[in-house]
């Protein structure tokens, strides 16, 4: 039960977030929380552990009770495994109150707020392990928000993607390959079949985004990660931006590709991330040389 400090506090927070709920866009406020976690992280050298191989259960610990300071018992873990952790959050929670009295609904606003800078906290972490929101399972829609953190293994993930890029040479396409994950599950795999469709846009990730909304049965894919041979185009890029796409995971960037005689349209990811409104993730050089072996012609 909450004591009267407690409520005090809790009510001062819930107005801190009603204040930051109507000062502008949520665009604007995920960069702000963004740069909060991401600040406190890189000055938490001696609370917590960076390293590859974190697990989830190091992961969840050190984000909601070293940093939120949130009560163990709030948080009850439903299942563990080396590679992921269940929890319910069933903490008083600030924002869950502050949308209630403003009459915005959490999906909209915990999607465009605060699902990236979450997975932002843990990528200083181990950029692998994911956060994953189920956005059937929030509050107030259900007694509890039912979220995870999984270990998503890249070196794994780019494999399926080269396995796929192969295919699209051995079909007479240009040898690109990519998929969509949200957590555990593969929402799309494929490759570019531009050549044999006389379709310039079927690139790879044009394609497996457009499969992942439909497999997914919705527009907004926060908490996917986009995995691709290549460091997508600007066309591709600007595709995941309007799915809303956490992460993009590639291989061999098109400055890398240029350099051994592809023709690229030479505008990287980055110009077109950083130009959107969302916060996205981009992380190259998984099997670089792997993927560059694509390219050697």
Known sequence: MMTADGADAFEAKVAGRIRELQEGPLWRLERR???????????????????????PREAFEALFFTYMGLPPETLPVIAESEDEIVWRSENPCPTLEACLRLGKDTRDVCRAVYDRPTQRFLSRLDPQLRFVRDYRTIRPHAPHCLERIVRVRFDDMMRIAIDEAKASFAEGNKGYGALVVMGRDI????????????????????????????????????GAVLVSTCEPCPMCAAMAVWC??????????????????????????????????????????????????????
Request: with cysteine; charged share 25%; net charge negative.
């Open 244 to 297: 809303n796409v956490t992460s993009i995971v590639y291989g061999a960037s098109i400055a890398d590709t240029v350099a051994i005689g592809r023709t690229r349209i030479q505008v990287d990811s980055r110009t077109v991330v950083d130009n959107a409104p969302a916060t996205m993730e981009m992380i190259g050089g998984v099997l670089k040389d792997a993927c560059l072996d694509l390219y050697r012609y």
């Open 187 to 222: 929402l799309a795999v494929g490759h570019d079949t531009a050549v044999t469709d006389r379709d310039p846009s079927r690139h790879a990730e044009f394609k497996v985004l457009r499969e992942a909304v439909s497999a997914y049965g919705d527009t907004n894919l926060t």
């Open 33 to 55: 929380v963004a740069a909060r976690r991401e600040e406190w992280i890189d000055a938490a050298v001696d609370r917590v552990s960076r390293r590859d191989g974190l697990t």
